[in-house]
């Protein structure tokens, strides 16, 4: 059976749902996989954080050789569709008039604000780092909203010493909260399979099956999974995805190099899933990004017409 297709009543018989059975009794599991009615739709954008280098305030704190407004010109001349801007690159401070700046230089540029993207831990229990982290992510939400962005990356975090099973109902209970708050806005959050308790396929989906919105779901990094076989963990949270970044590479547990991973076949795999929405691509290899990011974005370009 595929994994991502299990029922309600499969899900909470297996050791993962068993762990979560009290929170996931409280109602029907809200989050399935996402339907898409008509052929796949893979949209071409680019992460900010590919430039992270040249967003980057110099060591003599010299200002940063790129911003914003330049980084979306970039999107054009590459014409590309979107741009995915991660939250760590405004300025300190940024005014809601500064964020409607930027909205209006995107659209005259002809370029879709696709997302952006936080950091936060969602595993912390109730008290004041929760509610921190919570607070960060739903000014983030508003900031969102200002920018016409559709999603927001978010991440679950790390266990920090606590039972796996506590850190996962801890960071339902967060996304619950923060997927209130975005659904008021219209927002999806994605949560991206980054490491710590979402480092292998089934804890995310165990957390993403388990939280009570339907505006919750996976922000799918296609390099992010070092388990033994990650193109079998990204197949199965290829239905729960509403944002995709694409990085050219995997590296299975135990390979010390990153192997390369073509555009073409992250693209397959998001067509059988039905996928429709933005790819992104979130540049990390040495190359520099000025030479590297373009000839990727053609490669990904082809392959996503290829697929029709």
């Known amino acids: 059976m595929n994994p991502s297709l299990c029922t309600r009543r499969g899900f909470l018989r297996s050791g993962a749902g068993a762990v979560l059975a009290a929170t996931a009794a409280r109602s029907v599991l809200a989050v399935e996989p996402f339907p898409h009615a008509g052929p796949p ?9 590919s430039f992270r280098d040249e967003f980057a305030k ?36 940024a005014t809601d008039e500064y964020f409607i700046r930027v909205r ?16 936060n831990n969602f595993t912390y229990g ?18 969102a909203a200002i920018l016409g962005a559709p999603h927001i990356r978010v991440f679950a975090g790390d266990a920090k010493g606590r039972p796996l099973a506590e850190a996962q109902r801890n960071c339902i209970e967060a996304l619950e909260e923060c997927g209130a708050e975005a659904a008021r806005h219209g927002i999806f959050l994605g949560v991206e399979n980054h490491g710590g308790i979402v480092a292998e396929a089934d804890s995310i989906l ?7 919105s339907p505006w919750v779901g996976i922000n799918l990094d296609t390099g992010n999974f070092h388990t033994p076989d990650p193109y079998a963990d990204l197949e199965k949270c290829a239905p729960y995805t509403v944002n995709v970044q694409f990085k050219g ?15 073409a076949h992250a693209c397959a795999l998001l067509r059988r899933a039905g996928y429709q929405g933005w790819v992104a691509l979130e540049y990390e290899l ?7 990011v373009p000839v990727m974005l053609r490669e990904m370009r082809t392959a996503m017409a290829d697929g029709g």
């Open 41 to 49: 739709r893979l949209r071409l954008s680019i992460a900010a954080y």
């Open 58 to 93: 110099g060591r003599d704190g010299s200002p940063p050789r790129l911003d914003m407004f330049q980084f979306l010109d970039f999107c054009a001349d590459q014409h590309c569709d979107g741009a995915e801007l991660t939250s760590y690159y405004f300025p300190e401070g």
């Open 104 to 119: 209006r230089h995107a659209f005259l540029r002809g370029v879709s604000v696709s997302g952006t993207a936080v950091g």
């Open 126 to 143: 109730a008290g004041p780092e929760r509610d921190k982290e919570i607070a960060h992510v739903k000014g983030w939400i508003a900031k």
């Open 206 to 212: 165990t957390i993403v099956r388990a939280v009570k």
């Open 249 to 263: 590479y995997v590296q299975p547990r135990g390979v010390k190099e990153k192997q390369p991973d073509t555009a």
């Open 286 to 292: 040495p190359e520099d990004p000025r030479v590297r």
